[in-house]
Structure formats: structure tokens, C-alpha cells
């Protein structure tokens, strides 16, 4: 059984919580494990992945363009996609 930790106070806690200095520093794609990839023929430009992506990683052009250095690979926009033009394969480390 796993031991439960306590924090009995503020100076159990470590200096940052979550990170430190900007988020445009924390480069989450570093937890992918999976990678987004748009289909261009499918895609229709409609932006709903641009609306849902958590970490603001889609770029919004004629087509979208997903920012690799912050896609963490949650696959929100796969899902949310209306038009199935996301798909994900393996990442490669
Ligand atoms: S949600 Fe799908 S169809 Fe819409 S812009 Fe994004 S990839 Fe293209
Ligand atoms: S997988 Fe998640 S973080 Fe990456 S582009 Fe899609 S919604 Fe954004």
C-alpha cells in the first residue's frame, strides 16, 4: 500500500508547486507519447481543435498547425474533431 503524503504545513511544500517561471517555458511536449496529425484532404478549417486544445498549441491558418513543443498529446482534438481528420501515431524518442 502505497504510504499517503502529508503536508503539514507551508514549508513541507516544494519552492514551486507546478513550475516555475512562465508556462512559455514549460515545454509540455516533452510528455507526448502519441502524436497528433492532420489529415490536410479531410480537414475543412472549421478550428474547433484551436478552441479545445488545453495548451494552445494550434496555430490557426487556412489550416491549422500544431506547435510540438507544447502538444502534451492529450488527444482532446481528436476527439473533438468534426471531421475525423486527426489521427495519432506512436512518438518516436
Ligand atoms: S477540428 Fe478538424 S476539421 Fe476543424 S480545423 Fe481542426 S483538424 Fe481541421
Ligand atoms: S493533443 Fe492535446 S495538446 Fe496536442 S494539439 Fe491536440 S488538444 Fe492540443
Not at 516533452?30 to 488545453?54: A, H
Not at 488527444?75 to 481528420?85: F, H, N, R, V
Request: with cysteine.
Amino acid at each position: 500500500m502505497e504510504e499517503k503524503i502529508v503536508f503539514r504545513g507551508e514549508k513541507d511544500l516544494p519552492p514551486m508547486a507546478v513550475s516555475s517561471g512562465r508556462m512559455s517555458h514549460n515545454l509540455t511536449g516533452s510528455w507526448r507519447s502519441m502524436r497528433p496529425v492532420i489529415d490536410e484532404e479531410r480537414c475543412t478549417g472549421c478550428g474547433i481543435c484551436w478552441k479545445f486544445c488545453p495548451e494552445a498549441c494550434i496555430k490557426l491558418g487556412a489550416k491549422p498547425e500544431i506547435d510540438l513543443d507544447y502538444c502534451k498529446g492529450c488527444g482532446i482534438c481528436q476527439e473533438e474533431c468534426p471531421a475525423g481528420a486527426i489521427s495519432f501515431v506512436e512518438e518516436e524518442r
